[in-house]
């Protein structure tokens, strides 16, 4: 880290040789990449003309599809859950009626680590981090009135993901709309989980063999689908640098092409279907060469390392959300702002779909209004600024190329690491991502703290003596009693036969190489609920216990 | 040479958002702590039995979930039981004030929100400890 000194008032520093950076603005990317004080022309990789071939060409670095968002803009997609499936149910007709046009479910705490609203592990988390879906009954009533065929629904759900994927099938057999109709996405990404969400609930590699078994069964059931997101974003949030982003997701993905193939499925056969999710952070070009360098990375891998054909396979598509991590508590109406900013650089970047936080986000779950303001800063950047009239306006800037070229760089460094590790599953295993991105986010405090970086509003700019008097969504404590009812009653009145049978088929599928999803599916027709599916994984593959270090 | 003070760093219940205690546990550690770090996903019967068995000044409990209004008056009700009467609980997360006030009353600790810099958590630790744990500082 240098020391900035400033220039004597008055002086101006000379016209490209400025180094004197001003205190709190360090001469590097968020990332730590340094920032010359000037780029020319000799900045720009040698081979620029192979990579900026035109959007919707290998190595697709300028874009996906040679109109981008001239032709289709992208999907704007707000993840909402909160409370009982009754509540969300009505915030997703709210967003749908606002012009959102995808629906994203977010799923409380004891979903997502495959817990029934009455376990005792479910204590006090019920419907607070998202909606509670312990039943198919509750997922009926979460897609109540929303017509599956129409819309594209993202479920952000990891360890019991193809417990919810068989349900949203299953609800839409009741509507009698058949899998193959419908579209959207299950995150269903375990690698990052073990990296950085830390949700799961079996061991790494019985979790990747259930991924791999929804990329199968998608593969040959669901052409719509989107059988994983292969996330950077919680890597990302969790401190990782915007290379380390790349490069673990990235490796991510890899992996499961690898695990796919292993299992001898024909790489054009899923890969169209496979799917990533980035964060956007703060760094305006950093991101933005982020997202170009990582579509010209996997373009290239799935073409020369997995001999792909189907051009759709080589395409990186992506969701992208603002930073959750960058917002601050402090004068929260700043927010807005700096969601602005990133979210413009995830579309001057290509995203294909875009969630934008609401203000309130470091306080608790978004209120409606403040879910608003986030919805409106997409649709003015979409219809107000001008931004989507041309694919990639950035190519060809010295400093955006240079970038480009070097986030791109250092992500194949790690990337080559973790195959000399022996793959991603073994990285993962031995904790070295993990151990990364915990010296980064470690780093990245300590340079606040200094006071090297400036927080507007933290370390820079306080309000004196703040209230923070922003309105917060409060949750009401009776929603865990009502749930907890709910999957009772569920328990009691169903019927029995099928129910033990398809649990005992399950448990013994479980104990073979076959893909579970059907037995997953019969399960969830016979109203097993979210909780005993996921005990017979447990029982089956064991528990998986974090070694704790810091 | 002064006693070093122990701290449980512990992620209770089911979350998983770990950067935040993971920064702070490396936070004390450089500032001369000895911190025992606890991993995810811990009952607070867990929690209090390992704040007994590390012999630890406070506990500082992360909670990004929103069930903190369940959980430290739980972990807090089980230190009583064992005793740990003059051990600190304190802790962060994404807590609202008034929750924040509600749970000191209670006879929970000053709890931090997001933004909030390591060096005023360890400050507020050694405070602490210094006024309520006896012979403070002894020498060992």
């Not at chain 1, 299992?263 to 950093?286: I, K, Q, T």
Request: aromatic residues 8%; negative net charge; hydrophobic residues 40%.
């Amino acid at each position: 880290m240098k020391s900035a000194t400033a220039p004597a008032a008055g002086t101006k520093p000379a016209h490209g040789a400025a180094d004197g950076a001003i205190p709190g603005i360090p001469p590097e990317t968020l990332s730590g990449i340094p920032v010359k004080p000037l780029y020319t022309e000799t900045d720009l990789p040698g081979d620029v003309e192979k990579r900026l071939t035109p959007p919707g060409e290998f190595p697709y670095l300028r874009g996906l599809h040679p109109g981008m968002y001239r032709t289709r803009l992208w999907t704007m997609r707000q993840f909402a859950g909160y409370g009982s499936a009754a509540h969300t149910n009505e915030r997703f007709h709210y967003l749908l009626k606002h012009g959102g046009t995808g629906l994203s479910t977010a799923f409380d705490m004891p979903t997502l680590m495959g817990y029934d609203a009455d376990h005792p592990m479910s204590l006090g988390e019920v419907g607070r981090e998202g909606v509670a879906v312990s039943t198919l009954e509750d997922m009926e009533i979460l897609f109540k009135g929303i017509p599956l065929d129409e819309v594209t629904t993202s479920m952000t759900i990891n360890a019991p993901a193809i417990v919810l994927l068989a349900m949203y099938v299953a609800v839409g057999e009741r509507h009698g709309i058949p899998a193959a109709k419908l579209g959207g996405t299950v995150q269903a990404d375990m690698l990052k989980e073990y990296i950085a969400q830390k949700e799961w609930i079996i061991p790494p590699r019985p979790a990747v063999k259930l991924c791999v078994d929804m990329i199968e069964w998608c593969a040959a059931n669901m052409p719509k689908w989107n059988s994983i997101s292969i996330s950077g974003y919680h890597i990302r949030e969790a401190g990782a640098t915007a290379a380390q982003e790349l490069a673990f997701t990235l490796a991510d993905g890899i992996g499961y092409v690898e695990e796919c193939v292993k299992r001898g499925m024909d790489v054009d056969s899923f890969a169209p279907r496979l799917s990533f999710f980035w964060d956007v952070h703060n760094d305006f070009f950093e991101e933005i060469a982020k997202f170009r360098a990582g579509r010209k990375i996997w373009a290239t891998v799935m073409r020369d390392r997995f001999h792909a054909k189907n051009a759709r396979s080589l395409m990186l598509r992506t969701h992208a959300q603002t930073a959750g991590v960058s917002l601050t508590a402090q004068q929260p109406l700043n927010n807005v702002a700096r969601v602005a900013i990133q979210a413009l650089a995830a579309v001057l970047g290509g995203t294909q779909s875009l969630h934008t936080n609401s203000m309130d986000e470091t306080l608790a779950l978004p209120t409606e209004e403040a879910a608003t303001v986030a919805l409106r800063t997409q649709q003015i950047i979409a219809y107000e600024t001008g931004v989507t009239n041309t694919p990639d306006p950035l190519a060809g800037s010295y400093f955006v190329e240079a970038l480009t070229a070097r986030i791109e760089e250092e992500a194949l460094a790690y990337i080559r690491r973790i195959d000399e590790m022996g793959g991603i599953i073994v990285a993962v295993e031995k904790g070295y991502p993990q151990k990364e991105i915990a010296d980064s986010a470690y780093q990245f405090q300590q340079q606040v703290e200094r006071g090297e970086r400036v927080i507007v509003g933290v370390n820079k700019f306080q309000a004196e003596n703040e209230e923070i008097t922003i309105p917060v969504l409060k949750i009401d404590p009776a929603i865990e009693r009502g749930q907890i009812e709910r999957v009772r009653a569920v328990r009691a009145r169903r019927a029995k036969a099928p129910y033990e049978q398809s649990m005992a088929a399950l448990r013994d599928a479980c104990m073979s190489t076959k893909n579970l999803m059907p037995y997953v599916l019969d399960a969830v027709r016979a109203e097993a609920t979210l909780g005993e599916i996921c005990d017979v994984f447990r029982e089956a593959y064991g528990v998986y216990r974090e070694p704790a270090v810091f | 040479m002064a006693k070093k003070i122990r701290v449980l760093v512990a992620k209770a219940g089911l979350d998983g958002h770990d950067r935040g205690a993971k920064v702070v546990a490396s936070a004390m550690r450089d500032a001369g702590f000895e911190v025992i770090y606890t991993g995810l996903h811990q009952t607070p019967e867990m929690i209090v039995q390992a704040a007994v068995q590390e012999d630890v000044d406070a506990v500082a409990l992360s909670i990004l979930s929103g069930a903190h209004m369940t959980l430290f008056p739980r972990v807090l009700e089980l230190m009583r039981e064992k005793g740990l009467n003059d051990v600190l609980l304190t802790g962060g997360g994404i807590i609202p004030k008034e929750d924040m006030e509600t749970l000191a009353k209670q006879g929970v600790g000053e709890l931090f929100g997001p933004g909030t810099p390591t060096g005023a958590i360890i400050e507020y630790v050694r405070g602490w400890v210094a006024k309520h744990r006896s012979p403070a500082g002894s020498a060992t």
